[in-house]
């Protein structure tokens, strides 16, 4: 019997991406008849329940939390504005993704490397063990 070759370690960062890709893709396509988990308030609790690496040196997964901790933000203080605030995602989204050559001004929070460093520095206080926005939804006080 053949040995089998040991598996590469799995890169945390590039599966984080990928996590967060497919949930922000499952929130934008609108299937909530899918499961609670991709509405927004399913990718925040998501969101806040992971470790945000301090600083990431995958771009591409900064870029997209910033993006999806935008969304989220905007969206908990104006929740009657989460369509139009989607649709901004998407256009963001389609600008980056090559998709689409308008470029949307919202983009000045990926753009600006201070605007930037202090949304995701916001994402991973929010998401630190007992912080108040994981206690306030219900999470538990440390990330699984």
């Known amino acids: 019997m053949k040995t ?11 599966a ?12 934008l396509t609108n299937q909530r008849r899918m499961a609670a988990e991709f509405t927004l308030p399913g990718l925040r609790d998501w ?16 870029y997209l939390a910033v993006l999806a901790w935008s969304v989220v933000c905007q969206a908990d203080v104006a ?3 989460e369509a ?5 995602l998407i256009h963001q989204l ?3 993704g090559g998709i689409s050559t308008l470029r949307p001004s919202s983009l000045e929070i990926i753009e600006s490397a201070p605007k930037r ?6 994402l991973r206080s929010a998401s630190a063990p007992g912080s108040a926005h994981r206690v306030f939804i219900g999470l538990p006080r440390v990330s699984v």
Do not use: G, N
């Open 4 to 14: 089998p070759k040991p598996l590469l370690p799995l890169d945390p960062l590039a």
């Open 16 to 27: 984080l991406e990928q996590q967060l890709a497919y949930r922000v893709h499952a929130y």
């Open 47 to 62: 969101m806040l329940s992971q470790t945000w690496p301090e600083a990431p040196e995958r771009r591409s997964l900064e």
């Open 79 to 81: 929740p009657d504005e």
């Open 84 to 88: 139009a605030i989607r649709q901004v």
């Open 94 to 96: 389609d600008f980056l």
């Open 117 to 122: 460093t202090r949304a995701y520095q916001e």
